[in-house]
């Protein structure tokens, strides 16, 4: 099979990057590699949004936002940041002209913020056509169908987010749900975080770049593996508290924060391990409750300070009960209920060959 120029320098780029070398100190190979630079332009829409996701990206330190937007995300790639209402220069007119001219080339479509459908999607406007506001959800479907892919940054664009609690007046959806309901097939990638950390969405991005939509595995909500497969449970620092069954019981208190409202055992991301903040800090770190950010039930029903069922607990699952008093009877949880049943098999066993001794004398 014959090899081209792209797919000898893209192969090159990638072994170098894996052995740590650096091509680019040569000049001749540095010229070459520019000339073979595939650009991609990116659209980040902002929707029912706080920005904070924005934010979160703008803070990204290694590598640094510069990094992301001015050198090549991945050897042989660079991404051309076209429209962002919250950095971009240009306004008005020419901000909105730049979005138009890039939805005529291929293209990746960023939305933060969930898609408000309701009063006919009026809500969320974004520029404006012969002197009428122009409503995100417009903007969504239309560029959502030409998109060659589009990633739902944070917990709002992935699921509905905090604008679709209580009775979700704005009729707030993800962006996968709505482009359900519309029939559009583009593939859609969901980053749910409030905020979504910035190296989920580096991450993921340089993966589309190099590979397509289609090579990154999603879990059945369409969040990336690589940095959702695990649960927080499972990583936490108090984890150990938990399987002794010491619990905090009010803010300040040492112990695991379970009876606080903590959503970490049915939460998935690997916020333990990645932390924010250039690795600096994260909630429980902080001695907050997960929050379960990352989950489709965000910021759930009722109180955030309430508890959740918990199931599917990895080893050691044999942990102490967790909501006991003197007036009440012991929870039985799935470890004692384990317990109790190996015990009573102990003794069903014992009573039987009681019996066959009895029947042999």
Excluded at 142 to 159: E, N, P, Q, T
Excluded at 258 to 284: M, Q
Excluded at 337 to 352: D, I, M, P, S
Aim: with cysteine.
């Amino acid at each position: 099979m014959a090899l081209t120029r792209r797919s000898f320098l893209k192969t090159s780029a990638a072994g170098t990057a894996a052995l740590g070398v650096s091509l680019f100190d040569n000049p001749t190979m540095r010229s070459a590699f520019a000339s073979a630079v595939q650009e991609t332009p990116v659209v980040w829409l902002a929707s029912g949004c706080c920005s904070g996701c924005s934010v979160s990206l703008l803070n990204s330190l290694s590598p640094r936002i510069q990094d992301v937007l001015l050198d090549q995300v991945l050897p042989g790639h660079h991404i051309s940041l076209n429209f962002h209402p919250t950095v971009m220069a240009a306004s008005g007119d020419m901000a909105m002209q730049a979005m138009y001219d890039t939805e005529e080339k291929p293209f990746v479509l960023v939305v933060e913020g969930s898609v408000m459908t309701a009063d006919s999607g009026v809500m969320c406007e974004v520029g404006e056509d012969h002197g009428h506001g122009i409503p995100g959800v417009e903007h969504i479907r239309r560029m959502g169908k030409k998109a060659k892919a589009v990633i739902a940054a944070g917990s709002c664009a992935a699921f509905g987010g905090v604008n679709k609690a209580n009775m979700n007046p704005s009729g707030s959806i993800g962006v996968k749900e709505f482009f359900a309901q519309e029939g559009i097939t583009t593939p859609t990638i969901s980053l749910p975080g409030c905020a979504m950390h910035p190296d989920w969405f580096v991450g993921t991005l340089a993966a589309v770049l190099l590979h397509g939509p289609e090579a990154i595995k999603v879990d059945q909500y369409g969040r990336p593996e690589m940095f959702y497969r695990k649960l927080i449970h499972d990583n936490c620092p108090l984890r150990g508290q938990f399987d002794k069954g010491v619990f905090a019981e009010k803010m300040g208190d040492e112990g695991c924060l379970y009876k606080l409202g903590c959503k970490g055992p049915v939460t998935h991301s690997d916020c333990a391990e990645r932390k924010f903040n250039s690795g600096t800090n994260w909630c429980i770190d902080n001695r907050h409750p997960c929050q379960g950010c990352t989950e489709p039930e965000y910021p759930y029903e009722g109180s955030m300070w309430d508890t959740v069922p918990i199931a599917g607990v990895t080893p050691p699952g044999l942990y102490p009960p967790i909501m006991t008093d003197n007036k009440t009877s012991v929870d039985v949880t799935p470890g004692y209920a384990a317990l109790a049943g190996l015990a009573a098999g102990a003794v069903g066993a014992k009573v039987l060959g009681k019996k066959s001794d009895s029947d042999k004398e």
